[in-house]
């Protein structure tokens, strides 16, 4: 039983210098990764980094886009048809995935705001009344 507690003393610091080895940094953010007070690294690249724990410290500095150019915008649900939605692309939003946006639709009847709180976060198309069975 002695002997436990310098094992759970060493996994602590184990798991402390893990996690602070990571570090992530956003679509919107571009990281300065200094080394003993040196500017060493800028990592442009969204997602999990690492670093050395203890001789590395990362800064994100937000990243302005001085100029953004609106591709074309298309959708369609994969139905017999393929049928085509005519849609508005809003700006200030992350860039679509190359292979595009899949999701399920969940056919509803009109309702108030306050019933489409209680919804699942699926794509919601909206019938007319006529039209539900």
């Known amino acids: 039983m002695r002997a436990l507690g ?11 210098l893990a996690s602070s080895a990571m570090y992530t940094v ?16 800028i990592v442009k690249e969204p997602g999990l980094h690492f670093k050395w724990p203890l001789l590395q410290n990362v800064r994100g500095e937000p990243v302005m886009v001085p100029h953004w150019v609106r591709g074309r915008e298309e959708a369609s649900l994969p139905t017999q048809h393929n049928q085509r939605i ?3 692309a809003l700006g200030g939003s992350v860039a679509t995935p190359a292979n595009g946006i899949t999701t399920a639709l969940l056919p509803v009847k009109p309702m ?4 489409m ?10 019938r007319a009344p006529t039209d539900i069975a």
């Open 6 to 16: 310098p094992v759970l003393a060493v996994l602590v610091v184990i798991a402390l």
């Open 26 to 41: 956003d679509q919107r953010q571009n990281a300065i990764v200094f080394q003993l007070g040196e500017a060493r690294e």
């Open 86 to 88: 005519v849609l508005t």
């Open 112 to 115: 108030t705001s306050a019933g």
């Open 117 to 126: 709180k209680r919804l699942p976060p699926v794509s919601i198309t909206m």
